[in-house]
């Protein structure tokens, strides 16, 4: 599938900046990765489940927060499905 789409000069930056911290050469691959990413998170929150960066060496967590992460958000379709 092709899709266009366009981002403002902060959108732009911010997509360079995710390449260049992981190494990912084309914009397909940072959204394939992307895709993956939030279909995994979407798949915990509807389990329950917080999507935390943990420091395990200090014992703290900062949840994600994300409208579309929240549980009354999440499409009913995910229910069931295996992470």
Known sequence: MIMRVEF???GVLLLKEIQRLTGLKTYAEVF???LTAFDWAAKQSNQGRLIVGLD???NVYQAL???AL???MI???LKGQAA
């Open 8 to 10: 403002d000069d902060s």
């Open 32 to 34: 394939n990765n992307a």
């Open 56 to 58: 395990d060496t200090q």
């Open 65 to 67: 927060d994300l409208p």
């Open 70 to 72: 929240r549980p009354k």
């Open 75 to 77: 499409v009913g379709s």
